[in-house]
């Protein structure tokens, strides 16, 4: 039934029968929905409707998604994303969610996939939020790396690291488990909540952007065991 609590979710796509494909499937689970087909009315909706969550297209005929993105994290804004693209290249991807991104959907789509993205985020959205718990949790540390949840920070060799949200929550779900092997989808669980067969290329295009953040320095800490998953660990041998 809905309510003035439901989430508000702002469409942004220029193709007319999508927008209203999205906007209808969205009212008819539950949010309220306001819609943009231009990367200048996006950025005029944000501010003016306050949107819990923004899908966004990519390619907008005025200017891009990535764009927009980094025009509203630079004005201080930080409404999760969820992309809409036609690009599966790894650089896009990394390009879309280094901008300030929190997931992405390729095209075409299904109706349930968006759905289920969207849940995923803004239940992450809502626990990022969270008060802490009242008991000091100590900081996480392997070799020369640390994590503090408490302070939202992240250490290299006592250099500070600047990791977006998601970063940080992939970090710390490989610190959690050092030397342990994780699987993409136990991963995907973990760090983006996906309670479905999520792609876990978003897994892939993460830990290589987390990469040149953490492993800028000997030793590398983050490896791949190729057609498992990740692992924090010193390295064995010279092969990642």
């Given at each position: 039934?809905?309510?003035s609590?439901?989430?508000t979710?702002?469409?942004?796509?220029?193709?007319?029968?999508?927008?209203?494909?999205?906007?209808?499937a969205l009212?008819?689970a539950?949010?309220?929905?306001?819609?943009?087909?231009?990367?200048?009315?996006?950025?005029?909706?944000?501010e003016?409707?306050?949107?819990?969550?923004?899908?966004?297209d990519?390619?907008?005929?005025?200017?891009?998604?990535?764009?927009v993105?980094?025009?509203?994290?630079?004005?201080g804004?930080?409404?999760?994303?969820?992309?809409?693209?036609?690009?599966?290249?790894v650089?896009?991807?990394?390009?879309g969610?280094?901008?300030?991104?929190?997931?992405?959907?390729?095209?075409p789509?299904?109706?349930?996939e968006?759905?289920?993205?969207?849940r995923?985020?803004?239940?992450?959205s809502?626990?990022?939020?969270?008060?802490?718990?009242?008991?000091e949790?100590?900081?996480?540390r392997?070799?020369?790396?640390?994590l503090?949840?408490?302070?939202h920070e992240?250490?290299?060799?006592?250099?500070?690291?600047?990791?977006?949200p998601?970063e940080?929550?992939l970090?710390?779900?490989l610190m959690?488990?050092?030397?342990k092997?994780?699987?993409?989808?136990?991963?995907?669980?973990?760090?983006?909540?996906?309670?479905?067969a999520?792609?876990t290329?978003?897994?892939d295009?993460y830990?290589?952007?987390?990469?040149?953040?953490?492993?800028?320095?000997?030793?590398?800490?983050i490896?791949t065991?190729?057609?498992?998953?990740?692992?924090?660990?010193?390295?064995?041998d010279p092969a990642?």
């Amino acid at each position: 039934m809905a309510s003035s609590a439901r989430h508000t979710v702002l469409v942004v796509e220029d193709d007319p029968s999508i927008r209203t494909l999205l906007t209808s499937a969205l009212h008819a689970a539950g949010y309220a929905v306001v819609s943009a087909g231009t990367g200048q009315e996006a950025l005029s909706g944000t501010e003016r409707s306050g949107p819990d969550l923004i899908v966004l297209d990519v390619m907008l005929p005025d200017t891009d998604g990535f764009t927009v993105t980094r025009e509203l994290r630079a004005r201080g804004i930080y409404t999760p994303v969820l992309f809409l693209t036609a690009r599966t290249e790894v650089e896009d991807r990394i390009i879309g969610l280094s901008s300030g991104g929190d997931d992405y959907v390729t095209k075409p789509f299904h109706v349930q996939e968006i759905l289920l993205r969207i849940r995923a985020i803004l239940r992450r959205s809502a626990g990022a939020h969270a008060p802490p718990p009242p008991a000091e949790r100590p900081p996480l540390r392997y070799a020369d790396l640390t994590l503090d949840e408490e302070a939202h920070e992240v250490h290299r060799g006592g250099q500070r690291v600047p990791l977006s949200p998601t970063e940080f929550r992939l970090l710390a779900c490989l610190m959690a488990q050092p030397e342990k092997v994780l699987e993409k989808q136990q991963i995907l669980q973990k760090v983006w909540h996906y309670d479905f067969a999520g792609d876990t290329r978003i897994v892939d295009t993460y830990i290589k952007n987390l990469r040149r953040k953490i492993d800028r320095t000997e030793p590398l800490l983050i490896h791949t065991v190729r057609g498992v998953g990740y692992c924090l660990r010193l390295p064995r041998d010279p092969a990642r």
